[in-house]
Every structure is written in structure tokens, then in C-alpha cells.
Nanobody, 121 residues
Framework: QVQLVESGGGSVQDGGSLRLSCAAS????????MAWFRQAPGTEREGVAR???????SYAEFVQGRFFISLDNAKSTLYLQMNRLRPEDGGMYYC???????????????WGQGTQVTVSS
């Protein structure tokens, strides 16, 4: 059974940094794509970054050059390093996984519970 548990959210000021973690179990990274999504109140869930072992990481345009996705196989953990955070980056951040590469579309079958990020101006 695939389980995803996010952590690392919190409150930061405009321009600050956070690193989110997603501890994964029940899957093999060589067979799955992993992604980060976010959702602010009243908005749809949107893709932030995606990583598959057979493809280069991809990022949403609004985080290009500020956010970086990475994977530590030994720790079975996916990360999202978020730099130069803006108030509009606030929301619930979710980790997702699937055998299929859905890119940044929210079609993944497995989801974590999310971790909250708040950025104050």
C-alpha cells in the first residue's frame, strides 16, 4: 500500500525559504513518478513540480528558478526546496505519486494529507 506523509510546512515571511519533505512507502521510485501540488482556499489544486526517474524534473512556470524538487532514494523521501517565497505561494502542499506520468495534472492516484505553507508580506 502506497503511503505518503508530508512535513516541513510552516509560516515564513516574503522572500524566505522552506523545504518540504514527503516520506514515501509502498512504492519503488524506479516505477513511480512523484509530484508536488498546492491548493489555496477557494482555488483548484495546481501542479508545482514533478519528478520521474526517466525524465527531467518539470516545474510550473510560476515557480521556475525558485523551487527545486529532489529525491533521496536512501531515505525514501521526496523534497521540495522553496526559495524566495511570495505570499501567493501560500496554501496546502501535497505530495502525489503514480506509476503513470501525469506531468503537473492532478490525476495521480496516491496523495498525502498535505502540509500548510503560509507566507506573510
Amino acid at each position: 500500500q502506497v503511503q505518503l506523509v508530508e512535513s516541513g510546512g510552516g509560516s515564513v515571511q516574503d522572500g524566505g525559504s522552506l523545504r518540504l519533505s514527503c516520506a514515501a512507502s509502498g512504492l519503488s521510485y524506479s516505477e513511480y513518478c512523484m509530484a508536488w501540488f498546492r491548493q489555496a482556499p477557494g482555488t483548484e489544486r495546481e501542479g508545482v513540480a514533478r519528478m520521474c526517474t526517466d525524465a527531467s524534473p518539470s516545474y510550473a512556470e510560476f515557480v521556475q528558478g525558485r523551487f527545486f524538487i529532489s529525491l533521496d532514494n536512501a531515505k525514501s523521501t521526496l523534497y521540495l526546496q522553496m526559495n524566495r517565497l511570495r505570499p501567493e505561494d501560500g496554501g496546502m502542499y501535497y505530495c502525489a505519486a503514480d506509476r503513470w506520468n501525469y506531468g503537473l495534472a492532478a490525476k495521480y492516484n496516491y496523495w498525502g494529507q498535505g502540509t500548510q505553507v503560509t507566507v506573510s508580506s
